[in-house]
C-alpha cells in the first residue's frame, strides 16, 4: 500500500510540474508579445521622426530597421513557444490521466485516492484558463 502511496503522490506531483511549466510558457509568450508591442510603437516613433516608413530607403533609420529584426526574432521565438505549449498541454493531459488512474486504482483497492487541494485548485484554475 505504501508503494501505491508513493505512486500517487508521484503522479500528483507531475502533474503540478506540468501545470507549472504551462504556466512558464504562458508567462513568456505574454512577455514575448508586450516586447513585441513595445517595439512596434518604437519603431512607428523612429517613422515618424523621420518621415521615412520605407525600411528599403536608404535614410530609414537604423534604430528602426534593428528593431525591426529584433521584432522579427520574437516572432520567431513566439511561434516556437506556441509550439512548445501545445507540447506541453498534451504532456500535461497526459499526466493528468495516469493521475485519475492511480486515484481510481488507488479508490479500487481500498485506499482514500484523496487529491491533494493544491492540484485541486490547479487543475480547476487549467480548466478555467482553458
Known sequence: MKARENMLR??????????????????????????????????????EKAGITDPSHFAYPTFAKAARARQENLDGS???????????????????????KAQALEQRSGGSGIVEPKVDSQVEARAMIG
Not at 511561434?79 to 499526466?95: F, N, T
Open 78 to 100: 513566439i511561434s516556437d513557444l506556441k509550439e512548445k505549449r501545445i507540447d506541453a498541454e498534451a504532456a500535461l493531459e497526459e499526466a493528468d490521466e495516469a493521475l485519475k
Open 10 to 47: 508521484l503522479k500528483h506531483f507531475q502533474v503540478e510540474d506540468k501545470t507549472r511549466q504551462l504556466a512558464q510558457i504562458d508567462m513568456m509568450i505574454a512577455e514575448f508579445e508586450k516586447m513585441h508591442g513595445d517595439l512596434n510603437a518604437q519603431i512607428n516613433f523612429e517613422e
